[in-house]
Every structure is written in C-alpha cells, then in structure tokens.
C-alpha cells in the first residue's frame, strides 16, 4: 500500500468512525443498562443482548454455551462466549478480546449504576470502562474495516471479537475455553485495557483459603476448649510480617512497584458465648512478572504452617483458590506493542508508551498460549480517574472514539502489508 492509499485508507476509517460514533455510544449505553455482574455470574442474558446488538449491525455472531458443570466450577451460573469472525483475505488472525462481566456496583452512586447516561462528556455506569467500552471499542473498529474494504481496499487477515464473562473469576470459562476447545488460534490478540496506555505486562495473583480448626467449648469453660480465634491473632502477624517484607522485592516492569499481599475475608465463631472451633480467612497475594507463581504459593504455604506450627490443638487447612499468572510478553509481543504505540500516539497526540499494571487480567491466558497480546482500549489517563471498580465508574467519550480509532489503524496496519514485512 502506497503512502497516498494509506493515508486514504485512514481517512475512510475516521470518517466512518466519526459518523457512527453516535451509534457507537448508544451501543454502550445499551450494554451497561443491561446488568452482568459477577458475582453471581449469572451472564448469559448479557451475551444474548450483546449478540443481539451486534447482529443488528449485519456482524455474523457465534454463541458458544459453556456447559453448566464447568461453569460452575469455575464459580460461574452461566456463560456464553461470543465470537465474530470476518475474513478479509488470507493473512493474520487478529482477535480482540473484551469481557462483560463487571464486580457488583456497590454503594456511593450519584445515579443508578445501571444508567449509561452521559454528563460532561463521561458515560457513566458499571462496566462502561471495564470493559464493556471495548466491546463498542473494538466492533466499531471491524465496521470501519469493513467499510473500508467496501470502498475498495483490499485487506489481508481476519479479525475476530471474542467478547466473554467471566474475567472477573480468572478466565478460564472465556478465553481459557475458547483456546482449549479450538474454537480459535489467532496470531495477535489486542485486549481491553482500562486506560490510553499500551499495558503488555500485568502482576499474576494467589487467593488461599485458611482454614484454623479448634474445639468448640462453652463460654463458661473456656479452658475445655481450643479458641480458632486466639490462633488468628498469632497466624495474622505473621502474615503481615510476610505482607511488610514484600516491600524489599521491587519489580523491574514499569508501572508495577512490588508484590503486594492483603487478608480481605474473616469468618469465624458460632456464637458470642462459645469457643470458635473454626476461623477461616482469605488471602490475596499478587505475583509480579518476575516472580514463579508455584514458588510463591510454596512461600506463603510455608509461612502460614511455620506461624501455627506452635499452637497447640490447631489444625490448619490451606486450600487454593484462584492462581492466574503475570502477563508477560510472548514472543513477538515487543514489536506489536511497538506498533500499537506509535499508532496510539498518532491519533493522542501525546507519547503512549508501554507499561506494566498491578492488576491481572485475561491477557495472561493468550500470552500464556505464545500469542503476541497486548492490552489496549478506551479509558482516561489511569484507572483511578475512570473509577474502575468503585462507585461512579466511567469512560470519556473522547477518548472512546479515539481508542476506536487507534485500534482501526492498527488492524490496518497488520492487514495491509506483505507478509515478509510484517
């Protein structure tokens, strides 16, 4: 493609963006309005009206149900993965990824966390940043490619939405499926972000499960007893031992400061007048990239057996729960980053450069398959600012038409070249 027909050819692209964008915001509008929170995970009703509304724009949509039983395994009551495949010629296979599971609102709204309204340029509602922006994000991006090709421009690849609902519970019910079934084995995979930044690097993260068992005894008589609780108050501290120490293994990923590790669930007792026999808590530790996921479970196992190995009459039960690992880049992964960038701080008109975040995100499971991935979408300077996962979560409608824009541009690029030169 000559310079002239380039420069053409993103023309078309904004054009039709541009024109559509109205469409564009409805669209998200109407995914927000619409609840999938997980959990409980209840999602399925979601995909239907996702699919439904994608259909509407003459995209072929594929429904993929997962089986109950796996879903529930996995924490899940239903799932149903959506995939759109448009093939533009032979070349790369291009899958962008985002989810439609969102946490549940909480409280502190200054409207209904369903509204989707738009005030002062922000669309506001659970999900209309994480990441329910990025399933307009990127289908609007298809259209204009799609647009594009009618105009007269060839195209060389396939692009695919793999739209999914159950990242908020690792994964392995969207992605994880959709790669262990085969239903597809793209060559670059773009998934949402929450932020303008090219993230190409996430911290992994381990739940465990503890379990103090005791004897219960009545209040009269404590000493008959063994108090679950009482032996919590010697497996905490050191816990947060562990937790302060953490602080001395900085990372070398930009954007990602240390590991970090926060007991975010007690539960114990059986009433204000009896011994506890039990107490369990729940741990997150986040694994930075450079860090071996099993050896950090077998460092904080140690820790919690080496903290109760003294009290007497306590058994202790861990039990894991969640181990999604850090994203770290695949093979090829540094210069699709590099494309995005440079496409990214064209349509800014600011430097986007790559950096690393401390949350985990569905991008680990195609990196983990040797996929080049990186993160990119619609979203403000930070997550703090967009309100990820707190009250009055949104997203900028400036900065949605341009990630839309950016995430064109960037198909084209990968789609309209010889492939020795990509």
Known sequence: MTDHSHANARNVLRQFIDTHFEDQVRTLAQLVQCPSDNPPGDCAPHAEVAARLLEDMDLVVERHAVPPEFAQQHGMRSVTNLIVRERFGDGPVI??????????????????????EVRDGWLYGRGAAVSKSDFTTYAFALRALKQLRASGTPLAGTVELHLTYDEETGGMTGPGWILSQGLSRPDY???????????????GCLHLEVTLRGKSAHAARPDTGTDAIEAAATLLPALYRYRDQLVGRPSQTPG????????????????????????SLRIDRRIVPE?????????????????????????????????AR??????????????????????????????????????????????????????????LEANGHRADERVPLDELRKATLVVAHTLLHLMALPKETR
């Open 95 to 116: 899958a962008l990824n985002a989810h439609g599971d969102v946490v549940p609102p909480g409280a502190g709204w200054t409207g209904s966390p369903y509204s989707g």
């Open 189 to 203: 995979v773009i998934s949402a972000a929450f932020s303008h930044h090219v993230v190409v690097a996430h911290n």
């Open 256 to 279: 990602i400061t240390h590991p970090t590790m926060v007991v975010g669930l007690i539960q114990g007792g059986i009433n204000t007048n009896v011994v506890a026999d039990t107490l």
């Open 291 to 323: 860090e071996a996921p099993e050896a950090v479970e077998a460092e904080l196992r140690q820790v919690i057996e080496d903290a109760c190995a003294t009290l007497p009459g306590i058994a202790v039960e861990i039990r894991q729960i969640l181990l």
């Open 326 to 383: 850090p994203f770290a880049p695949a093979p090829g992964a540094a210069e699709f980053a590099a494309l995005m960038c440079r496409e990214a701080t064209e349509v800014m008109g600011k430097p986007v450069t790559p950096i690393g975040v401390p949350l985990y995100t569905d991008a680990r499971l195609y990196s983990e398959a040797g996929i080049p991935t990186v993160m990119y979408g619609a979203g403000p300077e930070s997550l």
